[in-house]
């Protein structure tokens, strides 16, 4: 998920579409800093003065895409949410378009926690939760191809099962690239084609 984020920010990267972590404690201070990071606005810019100039950066045709927004999330604080306040004011000020990626389990939270009725709101913004996108939890066989033909894998439909098993293991999609990249190393160090072998053997199962 994150990936993605960052590489559709790298796409539209014209200073309107930007990609933020959440930070690690819920606070205001820490949040407003990090959008106004990403705007380039200095640090000795604090407080509302920090909130008046990312105001003024943020316009309709924005995108501010925000990564693990369940950090943000302040449990049984009813609708003190005090960041996810700020930033529904700056959808509502500027009309920009806001993009929060979560966890999969944080949905069972907006759903089912003291506050759901709070984030019933954004929920409605987005079109209700059958519009929420939802990336699956395994990559699908197609994507798996995709990936693999990348790295210029040979003969990619032969190996398939294996690479979706590779997908299963704790770590999931992660694992894949890993594969592939280690396989990739070994592979050029003996100036070869990438084979099943080569990653077989980065992954110390086989010997090449």
């Known amino acids: ?9 790298h796409l539209h990267n014209s200073g309107k ?3 933020i972590e959440a930070p690690e404690k819920p606070t205001m201070g820490r949040f407003v800093r990090e959008l106004g990071n990403a705007y380039r606005i200095p640090d000795k810019v604090n407080g509302e003065k920090l909130r008046i100039r990312i105001s003024a950066n943020v316009k309709a045709n924005n995108t501010i895409i925000i ?7 302040k449990p ?8 996810f306040n700020y930033l529904q004011k700056l959808q509502d000020d500027t009309a920009c378009t806001i993009i929060m990626i979560a966890i999969p389990d944080f949905e069972d ?6 506050e759901r009725g709070y984030f019933e709101q954004f929920v409605g913004r987005v079109g209700g939760w059958n519009d929420v ?8 066989r197609e994507d798996i ?4 033909e990348a790295f210029k ?5 032969t190996h398939l099962d294996y690479l979706e098993k590779l997908c299963r293991q704790p770590g999931r999609i992660r694992i894949l690239f890993n594969a592939l990249q280690k396989g990739k190393r070994l592979a050029d160090s003996k100036d070869q084609k990438l084979t099943i072998k080569h990653i077989k053997a980065a992954q110390g199962e086989e010997e090449t």
């Open 17 to 19: 579409c930007i990609h």
């Open 133 to 140: 996108l939802r990336l699956p939890d395994y990559p699908l």
């Open 145 to 148: 191809v995709e990936i693999a």
């Open 1 to 9: 998920k994150t990936s993605c984020g960052k590489h559709y920010a």
């Open 109 to 114: 939270t907006l759903k089912a926690g003291a």
């Open 76 to 83: 049984n604080q009813g609708w003190s949410q005090e960041v």
């Open 153 to 157: 894998l040979q003969n990619v439909d």
């Open 67 to 73: 990564d693990n927004i369940q950090r943000l999330y």
